[in-house]
């Protein structure tokens, strides 16, 4: 079982960076994928970013790539998502989520976190 916790979320001017934090339980973690995802208001939950289980792949929705840095620190159980050049568009919900590898975790993730919210004003 593992159990994720979001943290980092907040409101933000539109151009302005944010940097969400992740801390997941259990001793797997350094095994799993981990990945971020978003919720809009009235929207799908969508991906944004994931990285594999030793840091060294990454993968980006096209909305993001460039803006946003997904990164992990096995050590400490965490995962990260850097926000820079906020846009209003990039409001909503941000869940943490992992799994057993990259593809998994873009697609159908076995385990969410509760969620942070990040508002980015224009």
């Known amino acids: 079982q593992v159990q994720l916790v979001e943290s980092g979320g907040g409101l933000v001017q539109a151009g302005g960076s944010l940097r969400l934090s992740c801390a997941a339980s259990?001793?797997?973690?350094?095994?799993?994928?981990m990945g971020w995802f978003r919720q809009a208001p009235g929207k799908e939950r969508e991906f944004v970013a994931a990285?594999?289980?030793?840091?060294?792949?990454?993968y980006y929705a096209d909305s993001v790539k460039g803006r946003f840095t997904i990164s992990r620190d096995n050590a400490k159980n965490t995962v990260y998502l850097q926000m820079s050049s906020l846009k209003p568009e990039d409001t909503g919900v941000y869940y943490c989520a992992a799994a057993p590898s990259i593809g998994v975790v873009a697609t159908t993730p076995n385990y969410w976190g509760q969620g942070t919210q990040v508002t980015v004003s224009s």
């Open positions: 259990g001793r797997t973690f350094s095994r799993r994928a």
């Open positions: 990285v594999g289980w030793s840091g060294g792949s990454t």
